[in-house]
Antibody
């Protein structure tokens, strides 16, 4: 079955960077776009960006431009999201989510369980 | 870019129907038939309930339906059940080739 396994919780200091991984299994990794979505405590969902695992092309939300980098490793079917210059407002659960179909890039469908990132001095 | 506009909360009694609205602009909801709806229970990842405005993924109850008129999309849940109590989020593809979520609606089953 399709599964996304994310890396474990992280605690970072302000100004540091964090890199979250998301290992995919159960489908052809390069056929489906992967989204990253975050959710601050008690808040709503916030789309961060998307990566095409086939060619590695990315598109980021304007809010995160210059601070986020999404990459992939096709040999391990893993996508990564790195966020730099962390501040307390980046404390959130970070989700990776595979798109619904190979023809789609706007519908996160299969979600990982989330990775909690805490930014605190 | 601000979130799509959803009511903060809605409520209904078991067996009743409720509708949650999601208002955007002609650059997102009104411009594309790529509106999705997600259900999220506390501490859990979101679950896709509706995609492309009105389509249900396999396994989602037919009590859930979606529609769109102009810049506003709607999710209707009929025959409310206790297990439907959750947060609901809409999302839309945008003219900037990005995704935009709604602020979320807390559904309470009375």
């Amino acid at each position: 079955q399709v599964q996304l396994v994310q890396s474990g919780a992280e605690v970072k200091k302000p100004g540091a960077s964090v890199k979250v991984s998301c290992k995919a299994s159960g489908y052809t990794f390069t056929s489906y776009y992967m989204h990253w979505v975050r959710q601050a405590p008690g808040q709503g969902l916030e789309w961060m960006g998307i990566i095409n695992p086939s060619g590695g092309s990315t598109s980021y939300a304007q809010k995160f431009q210059g601070r986020v980098t999404m990459t992939r490793d096709t040999s391990t079917s893993t996508v990564y999201m790195e966020l730099s210059s962390l501040r307390s407002e980046d404390t959130a659960v970070y989700y990776c989510a595979r798109d619904r179909s190979p023809d789609s890039s706007g519908c996160p469908y299969v979600w990982g369980k989330g990775t909690t990132v805490t930014v605190s001095s | 870019q601000s979130a799509l506009t959803q009511p903060a909360s809605v409520s209904g009694s078991p067996g009743q129907s409720i509708t949650i609205s999601c208002t955007g602009t002609s650059s997102d909801v009104g411009g594309y038939n790529y509106v999705s709806w997600y259900q999220q229970h506390p501490g859990k990842a979101p679950k896709l309930m509706i995609y492309d405005v009105s389509n249900r993924p396999s396994g989602v109850s037919n009590r859930f339906s979606g529609s769109k008129s102009g810049n506003t999309a709607s999710l209707t849940i009929s025959g409310l059940q206790a297990e439907d109590e959750a947060d609901y989020y809409c999302s839309s593809y945008t003219s900037s080739s990005t995704l935009r979520f709604g602020g979320g609606t807390k559904l309470t089953v009375l």
